[in-house]
């Protein structure tokens, strides 16, 4: 071999992680295997403010565990409250209008007196011409008329009763989700990491307020040489992973979850495996940031389905 074709393998054996992407071993059953992989996190949040306001509450500390949905810091929210309040006066006012058809039913009896009065007085003077002035009768009939209208404005304001009732709802709603918004919960299960603000300080909507990283699922990342495989060869298979502890070495079965259709420039190809973590001695097993050693099972059935049908116009 000469001096020329030497120098890139001696480069390739110096640069970090290259080694673990030269052509893994494998073996009949068609096992590939990287010594080493990094661990990373899948689930990794920084909690922001949703409103603005004086942060009134922060439960949590450093190191603490966090369910999903459970509160990590509570924003004033005395102004929201009272607009919620008042917006539920109003639908409750607006409710009762909109349910209470009397006044309805109070215009179409006075529209039906009143026409029964004009036409009697119609009917007398067909039988006695000038029994009832003519003034009299047309007053008669506007009393009528005015029965009639103030029946159809009865209605017209029961249907506008809902709608109130219904714009008072909506601002219930909006109220609500201000309320909600003031209340900064975890979208993970996991654990704080970072605090960035104290309880009395001043917020805005996008101001972080603390990192929370989930441990019970991780992945770990490698590469593969292009030259020797394909994403297709690896996407979906079922992979080991051991990882060395200081009380020895651990197991974790997991998947290829990812592989990258692009080609870096030394050739190789990246890889995610997915794992589910497991607990031990108040921590984790697997910890974020360390190496383990992967075994993909190349020559067994790939559990997830890839859809190319797009791909074929």
């Not at 005395?78 to 309805?104: G, M």
Request: with cysteine.
């Amino acid at each position: 071999m000469s001096k020329l074709n030497a120098i890139p393998v001696v480069f390739a054996l110096l640069i970090p992680g290259v080694v673990s992407a030269q052509a893994p071993p494998s073996n009949s059953s068609g096992d590939i295997v990287i010594p080493r992989c990094l661990v990373t996190l899948i689930d990794e949040v920084n909690i922001p403010a949703q409103e603005t306001g004086v942060l009134r509450k922060i439960p949590v500390e450093r190191g603490n565990y966090v369910a999903k949905g459970g509160l990590l810091a509570q924003i004033d929210d005395s102004v929201p409250t009272k607009q919620h309040e008042i917006a539920q006066r109003k639908f409750d006012k607006a409710t009762e209008q909109a349910t209470n058809d009397v006044d309805i039913k109070y215009a179409a009896k006075a529209a039906e007196v009143s026409e029964a009065e004009h036409l009697l007085m119609v009917e007398a003077n067909k039988s006695a011409r000038g029994t009832i002035a003519p003034i009299t009768i047309r007053k008669a009939k506007l009393q009528w008329e005015k029965a009639v209208l103030q029946a159809e404005q009865a209605d017209m304001n029961f249907k506008v009763a809902s709608m109130t009732a219904a714009e008072a709802q909506a601002e219930m709603e909006a109220a609500q989700i201000v309320i909600d918004r003031c209340q900064i919960t975890s979208p993970v299960d996991g654990i704080v990491v970072q605090k960035y603000r104290q309880e009395g300080e001043w917020v805005r909507p996008g101001d972080p307020l603390m990192r929370v990283v989930g441990l019970k699922r991780l992945k770990l990342d490698g590469s593969l040489s292009a030259d020797k495989y394909s994403p297709s060869m690896v996407i979906g298979k079922p992979a080991t992973v051991t990882a060395t502890i200081p009380s020895g070495q651990v197991t974790f079965e997991g998947t290829v979850v990812f592989a990258s259709p692009e080609i870096d420039s030394n050739n190789n190809f990246d890889f995610s495996i997915e794992v589910q973590n497991r607990p031990h001695e108040n921590s984790w097993l697997l910890r974020p940031g360390g190496v383990a050693s992967v075994t993909i099972h190349a020559g067994q059935p790939s559990t997830i389905r890839t859809n190319f049908t797009g791909m074929q116009n």
